[in-house]
Every structure is written in structure tokens, then in C-alpha cells.
């Protein structure tokens, strides 16, 4: 019986190569079957904002199993990526990428005799991801970077579970703790906690800059690295270009109910439809797909198809040596069909019989699923006023903040862009005409919800009112940062 998963042709190159990818499937015995889902540009032109039909959202959860190719979104008309959207739908909360030295593919580490085999872990739906943005006056524009505990969970426990069954002995946690303490430092706390749960596995953090440099210098030290949403997404392109570019990185969007599969390329529109583009990543993200459907054996025989043709030397036109003429997108496909049951000389991939369990039919959810951490104490412990003030000076606003203090609160400082201006700063930090001011409950006294809005209401009468962040503690946890210099 035939596993039947959604697939999504793309945009650009999209159709062509995922063609190539499927007849390579086929030719191998994969007892796949298709349903092609109405997902892409064309639909975003058609007036479908999400750029997929409703018929298309409901096959996919149906099914499970998303297998698609490069897709574009329109730029402008205020819409927002498929790519990304199908990602946090879904809460496919790991995104895997995998990268390694492919025989045919020169790099300057191969050229080096320095092989790469590595693996980086993004969290895929949280971070700037969420695309939360507003402009608070006309010259400040704010982005909200949501960094959640059960969130980062999901991603470094799935990160561990994947070194564990690649064989793996290390893992590292690339962050920028060191300046966002609360969010990063929240994402590498979750990583400590986790780690203990596996002591088999060697555990370091490092902060996301020194990653970058030792990873352009020292590929091979590394094994496995769990970062969150945007720095995962700069440094698995970076690795991509360790081993050849995005025409040779897979990537795999892993949920507990839906997995998406695709390559993470463009949709190249200069040359699509004349038979030029590279199949590879699609190739190798359908591998990825393959081996966590439980078709081991079959990704086995690809995968070492696909290496001994690069092997070879056969090559399309983006990559290879320019002496041998460069091969079609089918001829290529053609090339590895060809080699099935061929082995590269190092020896390959070792292949595992096809394991019997398969992802099925989805179970229907009746409700979205809500992780909440009960039983800590919470304390509000005062307010955040971030105000619009014309050309006024720092100890001007601070004369009109004064004006709203009453017997519970003191003020504390006021801020511009990030640096304490009040009631100590310099007079060389430059300003913007948008700062924060921090009221905090005087020693003892207890304060409400509403008196900390009380206080935002009665500034608007001098200034105005942007937004409002109340201050907590959280145990013995304090849930906010100082400025800089306070």
C-alpha cells in the first residue's frame, strides 16, 4: 500500500525540477503516491492571500506530509511569505538543514582535503518570524521578537533526539545571550536544561559571531548547531556556501502533526523552462523526506546514485567542471537513474531495510494545542511608557513624567534608542523623538493593571502614548532589562 503525501510544484524552476525528482522516485520503486496541492504565485495572483486554496490547506493536514518546491511571493501587496506562513501553520518547529562535502562539487575546504558533515538545527517560528512590526512615530520603527520557553523547547529537545540518531556526539547552541539576555538568554537556559537529559551527547554553547568566524575557518570542528529563528536562517546559508551554495542544501521543516520537505533555494525565473537548473536540493531534501517516512532503503540507493553521478563529474551548468559539457535538468535525473544500485568509492551510504511504520493520515484536531507553565509566582513591579515627545530634551520629559507620579511610584530613568538619558547620560548620545520612561513601585507598596495604564492614560495628556510594557517579576526572576549606562 502506497503513502500517499501532498506535493506542491513551486514557482520558476519549481515544476521542472521537481519532475526530475519524482522520476527519479519512481525509477527507484518508491511507493509513493501524489496528491499536486494548488500552492504559489499564481494563486497570490488569483486573489488566495495565504498563496494556497482552501482545498490545498485541507489535503495537506489531511496528509500530513508536504513535499514542494521553490515558491515565490509577490513583492509588495502587503503579503507575507508562503514559505514562512507554511512553516508557522503548521508549527513545523525544526528546521533541519543538512550539510556535507559532495564528491564533484569543488569548495576551497575539498580543494583543502577538509571534509564537512554538518547539521544545523533553526527554530522555525518564533523570533522576528512572527513579522510583528509597527512604526511608533514616523523616524521608529519597533520589531517584537517572541522567544517562548516551550517554543525553544520543541527545537533543542528534536535537536538532541537527531544527534542521538545521527550518531552525533556533540551539539552546540549558537545565541546572542551576551546582549539579549531575556530572549536568547531564554532560549540558551532552555538548552542547559535539556542537555542534562543527554549526557551522552557533548553539549556547548557559543555566542552566534564567534560561530561564524570558527565555521568559515574550522567547518570541521563542528557537528550539530541549534540556533534560534534568524540566526539559524544566516548561518545555515553561510553553511550552505561551505559546501557549493543552495543548490546543495536540503532542508526539512519537522512538526509533531505536519512535515514540510523542499528545497530552500529561489525559484531562479531567468531560467526556467529551459532545462538548466540543478535538481540537487530538491533531490536531497526529498532524501531527508524519504528517510523519516521510513523509506530507508530507497533514500539509501538515491543518495549513493546521486553521489557516484556527481563522482562522475556529470554536472549542470551552475556547478562542476566546465571541461565536461554540463548536463540538462533531465539529463541529470537521467544520469542518476542510470547509477541506481552504483556505490561512490568512498563506500556510501549504508542502507537500512524499509521500515514498516509510515507517516498515515492525519489525527483531526478539535482544538489548537496550548502549552502554558503553571506555578510561578507573578508580580507586577511597574510600567514602561514609551512616548513620542517632539523636540524635547530628556530632562524636560522628566519634569512631565514627575507630574504623574503618585505615593506608590518613583521614577526610574528614561531611555532613547536602548541608553539611559535621564537622570544620568551624555550629551553627545544623539536622540530620536521617541523615548521610554520607566515608573517603578516604590518599596512595599503593591500596584494593579490599572494603575500602571492609569499612568500611560494621564501622560497622553502631554505626550504621546506609543506603547506600554508592564514590568515583571517572575519568582525571584526579574522579567526586563536596564538600559544602557543606567
Known amino acids: 500500500m502506497k503513502t500517499k503525501i501532498a506535493v506542491a510544484n513551486g514557482d520558476g524552476i519549481g515544476p521542472e525540477i521537481m519532475q526530475a525528482v519524482l522520476r527519479i522516485f519512481e525509477a527507484n ?141 556533540k551539539l552546540a547552541c549558537g545565541h546572542k545571550a551576551n546582549i539579549m539576555k531575556l530572549t536568547d538568554g531564554l532560549f540558551l537556559e532552555t538548552f542547559q536544561e535539556i542537555a542534562k537529559e543527554y549526557p551522552d551527547i557533548q553539549s556547548s554553547d557559543i555566542i552566534v559571531d564567534d560561530l561564524c568566524m570558527k565555521l568559515v575557518t574550522h567547518p570541521e570542528n563542528f557537528e550539530a548547531i541549534v540556533l ?126 524499509n521500515q514498516d511504520i509510515k507517516v498515515g493520515l492525519q489525527q483531526q484536531l478539535s482544538k489548537n494545542k496550548l502549552t502554558v507553565t503553571k506555578g510561578i509566582k507573578e508580580e507586577m513591579v511597574g510600567v514602561d511608557v514609551f512616548v513620542e515627545a517632539g523636540d524635547l530634551q530628556p530632562n524636560e520629559l522628566a519634569e512631565l513624567a514627575k507630574k504623574r507620579l503618585t505615593d506608590n511610584f518613583n521614577l526610574i530613568m528614561i531611555s532613547n534608542r536602548g541608553t539611559q538619558v535621564w537622570p544620568t547620560g551624555s550629551i553627545y548620545t544623539e536622540l530620536v523623538n521617541e523615548y521610554r520612561v520607566r515608573f517603578e513601585k516604590k518599596e512595599g507598596k503593591t500596584v494593579t493593571q490599572k494603575e500602571l495604564l492609569h499612568i500611560a492614560a494621564d501622560f497622553s495628556e502631554d505626550a504621546k502614548v506609543c506603547s506600554v510594557e508592564f514590568l515583571m517579576k517572575f519568582g525571584d526572576k526579574i522579567g526586563y532589562t536596564l538600559a544602557q549606562g543606567q
Open 29 to 169: 520503486n518508491v511507493q509513493l503516491e501524489y496528491e499536486f496541492v494548488e500552492m504559489g504565485k499564481s494563486y497570490f495572483d488569483a486573489g488566495y492571500s495565504t498563496g494556497m486554496t482552501p482545498a490545498a490547506k485541507e489535503t495537506i493536514e489531511k496528509l500530513g506530509i508536504l513535499f514542494k518546491g521553490p515558491m515565490e511571493t509577490p513583492k509588495g501587496k502587503g503579503v507575507k511569505s508562503i514559505n514562512v506562513t507554511a512553516r508557522k501553520v503548521w508549527n513545523t518547529y525544526a528546521n533541519q538543514r543538512d550539510f556535507r562535502t559532495l564528491n564533484g562539487v569543488e569548495t576551497v575546504f575539498s580543494k583543502a582535503g577538509i571534509p564537512i558533515n554538518l547539521t544545523i538545527i533553526r527554530e522555525n517560528i518564533e523570533d522576528t518570524y512572527g513579522g510583528i512590526e509597527h512604526l511608533l512615530t514616523y523616524d521608529v520603527a519597533v520589531g517584537r521578537r517572541i522567544i517562548t520557553r516551550p517554543g525553544s523547547a520543541q527545537v533543542i529537545r528534536y535537536a538532541f533526539e537527531m544527534a542521538r540518531r545521527k550518531g552525533y556526539t
Open 228 to 353: 534560534t529563528n534568524l540566526q539559524g536562517d544566516i548561518v545555515s546559508d553561510l553553511c550552505a556556501g561551505l559546501v557549493g551554495g543552495l543548490g546543495f542544501a536540503p532542508s526539512a521543516n519537522i512538526g509533531d502533526n505536519i512535515s514540510i520537505f523542499e528545497a530552500v533555494h529561489g525559484t531562479a525565473p531567468d531560467i526556467a523552462g529551459k532545462g538548466l537548473a540543478n535538481p540537487t536540493a530538491l533531490l536531497l531534501s526529498g532524501i531527508l523526506m524519504l528517510r523519516y517516512l521510513g523509506f530507508t532503503e530507497n533514500a539509501a540507493q538515491i543518495e549513493n546514485a546521486l553521489l557516484y553521478t556527481l563522482e562522475r563529474g556529470i554536472h549542470t551548468g551552475d556547478f562542476g567542471n566546465k571541461s565536461i559539457p554540463a548536463a540538462t535538468t533531465n539529463g541529470f535525473a537521467n544520469a542518476i537513474i542510470a547509477n541506481l544500485g552504483k556505490v561512490p568509492s568512498d563506500g556510501g551510504v549504508i542502507g537500512k531495510e
